[in-house]
């Protein structure tokens, strides 16, 4: 039995070794059960999606596969592969990042931070919709694992102040009923170390619970205890949700404007513009939604959320203000740095969601039709970034003969930028518009269209909900990215056999893909907030299997309502007509050449 366990502990130890041995071995009858052409496609794809899901080679490199694979395999030449890795979706989304990572170096987001948290107040219930709106919104433009990371030591500081240390908690929650007062452990709710407040301030604190019983110190710990852990898991579940309300905000938003391109050229309803009109409200809705479960699961929502009372609650809730307070102008005031990059983001912004939105003409038309994309407006503003002064100009440098003649540092150094950009992003998001582009050329979306032909009679309501359902559920156990670039050539296929709108079964498949809120793995969020040892599987899968029903829910909501009406989904749109019939003239040569090996295998 232990040469058994010997030998099962040295397999686990080569797994992705033999993964990326056995897996193209296992895909192999792929070749001769498909045409040639769309069985070395779907041979390619579902290698990557292996390894994507295994995780058996770093993402960006699967990611690299299209490059080599698809000119070997005779599936699509080098020239038309390797443009994929630099669309201009791939250049919105590094400026996006570049844009965040000034961000992040003079601190502003810190400042947004807690300047909210300032403002939404100090009472658990209010605090976590503070710091879910906060998150939520720092997502949007920062990544969601940036975001996370920033906002959980914030939390905890808040936290030490409201509740004292955790362990204590946790050793008050284990107290038993016993008959002396002496015995008594008394709850550690003053502040540690870690806050500003003095000594002398904090020595009369334990004094109010020199009355409370064991029964009373056990129920109050319990319920800190849970307020905490509500603090924790909000963090993780608003950054994901942030993310989907912008284009840039997270990866699979852009893989769906690009694999629309590959699919259908002729659309062009989905820019920052339209995008952030459909996606914001949805945000907004799910944000509170998940607010109110959370604070109902946890015990944030109580009498106190709108009374006023006067106890130790009162205090510790005046005491995390003033950690909040402190933090805030320890920042010190406004400098120019931050200044500039606040009023750069703020133009960025508008310039980005004012180009062309649609539902009203946008500054795009004073420019030749179709030289404009979200692209240019995104690198123009950060290529300011890089030669903007951080220090305020003064006229009187040029006559002052004793100031040091030294160039103020730019806002943002090409150093800096390159340390902070996750460059490996970009390499995915090329990845994932080569294997589109390698699905739409050599026939495998035609293919896969024909194979999806029992699905025809789904109502296009129905198919919406199975879909949010299955990509999240599927999403729990890969990254986001891989889930949507494996996802977004069916829902395409499946659009047009279905003659409902592209756009109605891609976009809640994309979103849906944001929604991994159930396990530590899902996410790198879910995997940081986890990592402070506060947290336990178990308390993520039950807060979590809620959460996802939730988004589902919310998401067809949004999509049967004013997604209607921005993307006009209620009409099967000429672009997606003109595609379908160009599949439909290729489908007679496909079967003919299917029937056979497919019969053969069976």
């Given at each position: 039995?232990?040469?058994?366990?010997?030998?099962?502990?040295?397999?686990?130890?080569?797994?992705?070794?033999?993964?990326?041995?056995?897996?193209?071995?296992?895909?192999?009858?792929?070749?001769?059960?498909?045409?040639?052409?769309?069985?070395?496609?779907?041979?390619?794809?579902?290698?990557?999606?292996?390894?994507?899901?295994?995780?058996?080679?770093?993402?960006?490199?699967?990611?690299?596969?299209?490059?080599?694979?698809?000119?070997?395999?005779?599936?699509?030449?080098?020239?038309?592969?390797?443009?994929?890795?630099?669309?201009?979706?791939?250049?919105?989304?590094?400026?996006?990042?570049?844009?965040?990572?000034?961000?992040?170096?003079?601190?502003?987001?810190?400042?947004?931070?807690?300047?909210?948290?300032?403002?939404?107040?100090?009472?658990?219930?209010?605090?976590?919709?503070?710091?879910?709106?906060?998150?939520?919104?720092?997502?949007?433009?920062?990544?969601?694992?940036?975001?996370?990371?920033?906002?959980?030591?914030?939390?905890?500081?808040?936290?030490?102040?409201?509740?004292?240390?955790?362990?204590?908690?946790?050793?008050?929650?284990?107290?038993?009923?016993?008959?002396?007062?002496?015995?008594?452990?008394?709850?550690?709710?003053?502040?540690?170390?870690?806050?500003?407040?003095?000594?002398?301030?904090?020595?009369?604190?334990?004094?109010?619970?020199?009355?409370?019983?064991?029964?009373?110190?056990?129920?109050?710990?319990?319920?800190?205890?849970?307020?905490?852990?509500?603090?924790?898991?909000?963090?993780?579940?608003?950054?994901?949700?942030?993310?989907?309300?912008?284009?840039?905000?997270?990866?699979?938003?852009?893989?769906?404007?690009?694999?629309?391109?590959?699919?259908?050229?002729?659309?062009?309803?989905?820019?920052?513009?339209?995008?952030?009109?459909?996606?914001?409200?949805?945000?907004?809705?799910?944000?509170?939604?998940?607010?109110?479960?959370?604070?109902?699961?946890?015990?944030?929502?109580?009498?106190?959320?709108?009374?006023?009372?006067?106890?130790?609650?009162?205090?510790?809730?005046?005491?995390?203000?003033?950690?909040?307070?402190?933090?805030?102008?320890?920042?010190?005031?406004?400098?120019?740095a931050e200044g500039a990059i606040a009023c750069l983001f703020f133009l960025f912004a508008a310039?980005?969601?004012?180009?062309?939105?649609?539902?009203?003409?946008?500054?795009?038309?004073?420019?030749?039709?179709?030289?404009?994309?979200?692209?240019?407006?995104?690198?123009?503003?950060?290529?300011?970034?890089?030669?903007?002064?951080?220090?305020?100009?003064?006229?009187?440098?040029?006559?002052?003969?004793?100031?040091?003649?030294?160039?103020?540092?730019?806002?943002?150094?090409?150093?800096?930028?390159?340390?902070?950009?996750?460059?490996?992003?970009?390499?995915?998001?090329?990845?994932?518009?080569?294997?589109?582009?390698?699905?739409?050329?050599?026939?495998?979306?035609?293919?896969?269209?024909?194979?999806?032909?029992?699905?025809?009679?789904?109502?296009?309501?129905?198919?919406?909900?199975?879909?949010?359902?299955?990509?999240?559920?599927?999403?729990?156990?890969?990254?986001?990215?891989?889930?949507?670039?494996?996802?977004?050539?069916?829902?395409?296929?499946?659009?047009?056999?279905?003659?409902?709108?592209?756009?109605?079964?891609?976009?809640?498949?994309?979103?849906?893909?944001?929604?991994?809120?159930?396990?530590?793995?899902?996410?790198?969020?879910?995997?940081?907030?986890?990592?402070?040892?506060?947290?336990?599987?178990?308390?993520?899968?039950?807060?979590?299997?809620?959460?996802?029903?939730?988004?589902?829910?919310?998401?067809?909501?949004?999509?049967?309502?004013?997604?209607?009406?921005?993307?006009?989904?209620?009409?099967?749109?000429?672009?997606?007509?003109?595609?379908?019939?160009?599949?439909?003239?290729?489908?007679?040569?496909?079967?003919?050449?299917?029937?056979?090996?497919?019969?053969?295998?069976?």
């Amino acid at each position: 039995m232990e040469a058994v366990l010997s030998f099962a502990k040295k397999l686990w130890c080569v797994k992705r070794f033999i993964i990326l041995i056995v897996t193209p071995l296992l895909l192999l009858p792929l070749l001769f059960a498909l045409p040639l052409r769309e069985g070395k496609c779907l041979y390619v794809v579902l290698m990557m999606a292996v390894f994507w899901c295994t995780e058996a080679l770093p993402l960006a490199v699967t990611a690299l596969f299209p490059v080599f694979l698809f000119p070997l395999l005779g599936v699509l030449p080098s020239n038309k592969v390797c443009p994929q890795y630099f669309l201009d979706t791939n250049f919105l989304f590094l400026s996006g990042l570049v844009m965040a990572s000034a961000i992040e170096e003079w601190n502003l987001h810190r400042r947004i931070a807690l300047r909210i948290l300032l403002i939404m107040g100090v009472k658990p219930a209010w605090l976590i919709l503070g710091i879910m709106l906060t998150t939520s919104f720092l997502s949007m433009w920062l990544s969601n694992t940036a975001t996370t990371a920033m906002m959980l030591p914030i939390a905890h500081a808040i936290l030490i102040s409201l509740f004292g240390d955790l362990d204590t908690l946790k050793e008050n929650c284990k107290i038993k009923d016993k008959p002396t007062g002496e015995s008594q452990r008394k709850m550690h709710t003053v502040p540690t170390e870690m806050q500003i407040l003095t000594l002398e301030e904090r020595q009369d604190v334990p004094d109010k619970f020199e009355s409370l019983t064991p029964a009373e110190i056990r129920k109050e710990a319990e319920y800190q205890k849970n307020v905490w852990k509500g603090f924790l898991i909000a963090i993780p579940y608003s950054a994901s949700i942030g993310g989907t309300a912008t284009l840039t905000g997270t990866a699979p938003n852009l893989l769906l404007v690009g694999s629309l391109k590959n699919f259908f050229p002729a659309c062009d309803l989905i820019n920052f513009g339209s995008w952030f009109v459909f996606a914001c409200p949805l945000m907004l809705l799910f944000l509170l939604l998940g607010w109110l479960w959370i604070s109902f699961l946890y015990g944030g929502l109580n009498t106190r959320l709108c009374l006023k009372k006067k106890d130790f609650r009162a205090e510790a809730e005046a005491r995390a203000r003033a950690v909040i307070k402190a933090d805030y102008e320890k920042l010190g005031p406004i400098q120019f740095a931050e200044g500039a990059i606040a009023c750069l983001f703020f133009l960025f912004a508008a310039l980005l969601f004012t180009r062309d939105p649609k539902f009203f003409p946008g500054w795009s038309k004073l420019f030749k039709a179709g030289f404009l994309s979200d692209a240019v407006t995104g690198v123009t503003i950060v290529t300011i970034l890089f030669f903007f002064p951080s220090q305020k100009p003064s006229i009187k440098w040029w006559f002052d003969k004793q100031a040091p003649n030294t160039p103020s540092p730019p806002l943002l150094s090409w150093k800096k930028a390159q340390e902070s950009v996750p460059w490996n992003i970009i390499l995915l998001l090329g990845g994932g518009f080569a294997m589109a582009k390698g699905c739409e050329e050599s026939g495998l979306s035609s293919w896969i269209g024909g194979q999806l032909q029992p699905l025809e009679s789904v109502s296009p309501v129905v198919a919406v909900l199975l879909i949010t359902v299955v990509v999240a559920s599927f999403t729990e156990l890969a990254s986001n990215t891989a889930t949507i670039i494996i996802f977004l050539p069916i829902l395409a296929e499946l659009a047009m056999r279905l003659q409902v709108n592209p756009l109605y079964l891609m976009i809640p498949g994309t979103v849906s893909c944001s929604y991994a809120f159930m396990l530590p793995v899902s996410t790198p969020p879910n995997a940081i907030a986890f990592a402070s040892g506060h947290l336990v599987v178990k308390d993520m899968v039950r807060t979590g299997v809620v959460m996802n029903i939730i988004g589902v829910l919310v998401l067809s909501l949004a999509m049967n309502t004013w997604g209607q009406y921005i993307f006009d989904l209620s009409t099967y749109p000429d672009w997606a007509i003109v595609h379908s019939a160009n599949a439909t003239r290729a489908l007679p040569d496909i079967y003919d050449h299917t029937v056979k090996p497919l019969n053969f295998t069976l």
